[in-house]
């Protein structure tokens, strides 16, 4: 699992720290492993050009101190102070003692058009809004420049604890981030600008750190939650879960739906609605029925929405769905239909998978909002309707309904994934594993997971037929085979 710290609990456990060890010890173990990265980056650090952009913060003299080691290494190297008067005083000497070169931020570009590397130190988790006016030209330069460009803690500009990014903030290839992972380096718009992250222990104590806001599922996790059949196991045993979807305008929902809830861990697939045939071609194992919910046999979780319309019929559908006692995942129509009241009535689990512009429609925001601030919206989203709520997109975040509970960001995305028909997809593998037995938060993350890896397995450019087909060899990539 890879954790993300909120800027406060960092701050916290880096106090603590240094109460115990030597002064500007911490910056050296920060600076010891930016270094590391950089070399490795570079291959052969002698001859090499290094520059440091250089804000008034402990994350310029992380990058100061860092480059004066690659100076020692027989590197050349400017530091860009972008306030002068404010520069880290003790990593500035050191890199002044290496044999390093000083600039202001007017001799910016011309270096960085130069470098090899370059060390992005303006702000790190101190940092507040976007770029300053002075920086941003460099960040534009160092974007343009053939230089690798490493972000020190975090990208320049971007917010720690959201995500978000308020006007113009460094590019980076890779980041190197101390102590933990910031929720910032794991969510888009942020997490875009972060490049590669690489993570240097400097010694905090877990205890100290606390709880972490955000989580992302690693393979090793995902495989300790995938259900696998026992020796007691039958279908029914494994779960069945239910599928409402299509109608006679989008009757390929249906397909697509039950294409991945089949694959997804479940021991059956009940459909329900006017897709039956359809469904039955592609997947003769289904049981099928045309009635509503309520009338087709026992199911240990629902999947209702995708390409469900708006009709008497579908009304109906949602309806039942949220009466039923058992897990209920609700998608795409689906989602049109909920009020929040009828959601939190409901006791047993609820899980809501809507994109940015349903997320939108549900919340009273724009899609631009809920694009740029993902966080705020899938929260607020899983607090209004006291449900699981998993957010789609460029990053997918699943929120608990208990605000104390970390939200998981997915780290398998891939922007080949927005293709029609990948959501319905989803929903029937995370329904699939839903009836199998998963909480609704790690129904979600896993199937999001399992989905990012079946689109990087697929030969681009992916299909959602392509996706569910590649859903098993993403579980056996996960699991080893196990
Ligand atoms: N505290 C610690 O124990 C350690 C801290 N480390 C480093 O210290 C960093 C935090 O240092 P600081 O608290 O000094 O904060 P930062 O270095 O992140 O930045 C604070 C400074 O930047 C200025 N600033 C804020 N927003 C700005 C903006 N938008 N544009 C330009 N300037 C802006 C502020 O005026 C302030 O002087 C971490 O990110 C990490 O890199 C590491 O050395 C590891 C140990
Ligand atoms: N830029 C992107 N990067 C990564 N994943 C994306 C991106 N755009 C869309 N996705 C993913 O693709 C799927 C699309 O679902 P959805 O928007 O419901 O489409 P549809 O209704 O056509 O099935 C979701 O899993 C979403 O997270
Ligand atoms: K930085």
């Known amino acids: ?285 289904t049981l099928v029925s045309d009635g509503s919910p309520r009338g087709a046999g026992r199911v240990q979780a629902w999947v209702v929405g995708p390409g469900l319309g708006d009709d008497a019929r579908a009304r109906t559908a949602v309806e039942e769905v949220l009466q039923a006692p058992v897990p209920a995942l609700v998608d795409a129509d689906g989602l049109r239909l909920l009020s929040p009241e009828a959601v939190r009535r409901r006791e047993a689990p609820t899980l809501l998978t809507p994109h940015a512009g349903e997320a939108a429609a549900l919340l009273g925001w724009s899609r631009e909002d809920v694009e740029a601030g993902r966080l705020r919206a899938v929260r607020e989203l899983a607090a209004r309707f006291g449900a699981t709520v998993l957010l789609k997109g460029s990053t997918t975040l699943v929120a608990d309904p208990d605000p104390a509970v970390p939200v998981r960001a997915n780290p398998t995305g891939t922007s080949w994934l927005a293709t029609a028909g990948s959501g319905d997809v989803l929903s029937g593998l995370a329904g699939s594993l839903l009836a199998a037995g998963l909480p609704a938060r790690d129904a979600g993350s896993t199937a999001a997971y399992l989905h990012g890896i079946a689109a990087r397995l697929s030969t681009p450019p992916l299909t959602a037929p392509d996706l569910a087909a590649a859903l098993p060899a993403a579980w056996q990539n996960v699991s080893g085979g196990a």
């Open 1 to 285: 699992m890879r954790y993300g710290h909120s800027v406060a609990a960092v701050r916290r456990a880096e106090g603590a720290l240094m109460a115990r060890v030597a002064e500007g010890a911490l910056m050296q173990r920060a600076a010891a492993g930016l270094a590391a990265v950089g070399a490795d980056l570079l291959g052969r650090v002698y001859g090499a050009r290094v520059v440091v952009l250089a804000g008034s913060g402990a994350n310029g003299g992380d990058a100061l101190f860092a480059a004066a080691r690659l100076l020692r290494r027989g590197a050349s190297g400017t530091a860009v102070l972008l306030s002068p008067e404010r520069a880290h005083a003790e990593g500035l000497a050191a890199f002044r003692a290496a044999g390093g070169r000083v600039t202001g931020a007017e001799g910016g570009p011309a270096a960085i058009a130069r470098a090899d590397l370059v060390l992005d130190g303006i702000t790190g988790i101190g940092g507040k809004g976007g770029l300053r006016p002075e920086a941003e030209p460099l960040a534009e330069a160092a974007h343009e420049a053939r230089a690798a460009v490493v972000a020190v803690d975090l990208p320049s500009g971007v917010d720690a604890d959201t995500g978000e990014v308020q006007g113009a903030a460094v590019r980076a290839d890779a980041t190197v981030t101390f102590g933990t992972y910031k929720p910032g380096l794991l969510v888009d718009p942020a997490a875009e600008h972060a490049g590669a992250l690489r993570l240097v222990e400097i010694g905090l104590d877990p205890a100290e750190l606390g709880p972490p806001e955000l989580e992302a599922l690693q393979h090793a996790d995902v495989a300790a939650l995938l259900p696998r059949p026992t020796g007691e196991s039958d279908k029914y045993r494994r779960g069945v879960v239910g599928v409402v979807a299509g109608s006679e305008r989008y009757p390929g929902a249906a397909v697509l739906a039950v294409s991945s809830a089949v694959r997804g861990g479940a021991g059956a697939v009940r459909y329900v609605g006017p897709g039956g045939t359809a469904v039955l071609a592609q997947h003769p194992e």
